[in-house]
């Protein structure tokens, strides 16, 4: 196995622990930005000089590269960032037929620049699409031809770097709940408040729970791994393709090794809710601490809550800055006191209880009193509501008279003249799975229109009594 500095120079982190290590990043950034236009990974020295060059024209400090000579020209500071860069394994000199002098990059480079840049710009967790990709890929029919090639190997990076991403969303609400700390003024805790929910709370946490809900995709995911295990056809093409690529003549070890990556992934995904949530912990916890310290150090009014909080604030600074005096410890004492609360505040939260005090309940008169007749109809009007209510026992019912001596019916065969047959049909569905019902359903993948709604198809299976 490799080792990282068996790739690296032994001096390729120099320039970045150097005095300069701010204009030797920035340089380095540069260069990389100047080669986008570019072909290749190179560019004519002169103009890599003049890019330099304009970067120190800002600058007029002083620079050495030898410790002894110091020196304030841009260009000559230009021209001594890339002899470092150079000595140090960063680039490399190329010479074309036309003898013209070309700087490029080293290949090893370019993925540590491409690093730096995104920690510059501390971008979010880019997870966005990764778990569409892995379900894309293993629906798609036509990629299993080369299962390995096309879908397994694709599906094993994208399913490792989802758990990255999650686990650098963790760790970015961890970094912000640190940056909360005492001496954090009110607007202050504001600003950090809505910067967490500009980059962490309305983008990478609201996909992961909306569009990027692990929970819509999972399912179907489990469904085609086992699909893909089960299958011989399947597993026989996977083999070969992995003896192709990763270049293994044991047909038994690449079999093995074919079912551990696909129980690996199987078993990443049902792994994922203990990341959601902790993540899920974090981002409430943030939220909760940023809205009380900001509500604490806002009640600042005329209330009594404000004028303790001011009273307070003004004994810690002179507690900070001065320490205890002697006897100062008695005079907060006289400053604080507590009195039973007789009464509740205007300004108070607390809710106030409403009591209620039962009287004698006089008799009914006779006109007041309902007749047998009235009685009657009162009761047969809540049968009837009873009747027409959508309870497990009535579509219980329902369905039996429906289904009369048949055994099984398909769903768009039930007559819907009315929104409310439309109802009874869901409520079929919803009651379905009840052990006391006399029915059961058969649900397919495919969907039927009924009075104009499309719903899922389902038979309906009188059970065997």
Known sequence: MKHLFDILPSQFFRPLTSKYRREYADCITLLLNSFKSEISYGINREIVVRILSDYFEADDSEMTF?????????????????????????????????????????????????????????????????????HASLQNEDLYSKPYELIIKGVQENTERLLSELKKLNASIKRHMEKQTNEM??????????????????KAYLRMKTSENISYFRSAIIERLEYILETPDIMDRAVAGYIEVEEETDEEAAYDRLVQMLLDVKS????????????????????????MRAKFLLATGNNLEGKLSQILNRYVEQLNSDGIEDGFENEIQNLVALYPQNYISPESLQSIPVTKTLGRVDELSEENRMSAEERQLYKEALRIKNRNRFSRKNINAYVMDILKDRTQMAVNEISVESRRDLLRIIYISIYAGNRSNNYTIRRTRERTQIAGFSLPYFDIIRKDT
């Open 66 to 134: 030898d410790d002894e000579t110091y020196i304030r020209d841009a260009r000559e500071k230009a021209n001594g960032v890339i002899a470092m860069l150079k000595s140090c394994g960063w680039i490399e000199y190329e010479q074309e037929t036309n003898h013209q002098l070309n700087v490029v990059l080293y290949e090893y480079a370019i993925p540590i620049i491409e690093s730096m840049n995104r920690v510059i710009r501390e971008e979010e967790a880019e997870y966005q699409g990764i778990i569409s990709q892995i």
């Open 185 to 202: 003024e009110a607007d202050e805790i504001l600003d950090h408040f809505f910067e967490y929910h500009k980059n962490i709370g309305s």
């Open 268 to 291: 990443s995904f049902y792994r994922l809710d203990d990341i959601i949530d902790e993540i899920d912990r974090k981002h409430t916890r943030y939220m909760r601490n940023a809205v």
